[in-house]
């Protein structure tokens, strides 16, 4: 059997670990291995900034509820304009809990199938 040797200059040259101008089965199996371990680098840290982006937005919405409450509860705001703006306050209030409610699921839920897959392996 021949070898198929690389010619100067050529593109796949840092496959070649031991530079022996050779590529073999065995480099391009570690070259593969490293762009799969890279693309499963790269897919974890989108992961986690997708998590801490999730994160921030359950915070701001537990936040702006805390705040909505403090701020009906001053006597800045009067008793009637609160009862004109009860639709909308219902409707924020549900729809910030929602938020909330889905994170914290959500988190339970992949925490809990992490766990059934490591306790499976």
Known sequence: MTEKKLQKGSQYEHLDIDNNGIITDGEMAIAQK???????????????????????????????????????????????????????????FVSQAAVVSVFMGATAYSKRNNDLSVQSK
């Not at 999730?54 to 009637?80: K, N």
Request: no cysteine.
């Open 34 to 92: 490293m762009e799969q371990l890279q693309h499963q680098r790269e897919m974890n840290q989108n992961l986690d900034k997708m998590q801490d982006q999730q994160r921030m937005m359950a915070w701001v919405a537990m936040g702006s509820m805390v705040l909505f409450v403090v701020a009906m509860m001053t006597p800045f705001i009067d008793v009637d304009r609160v009862n004109q703006l009860s639709g909308f306050l219902n409707t924020f």
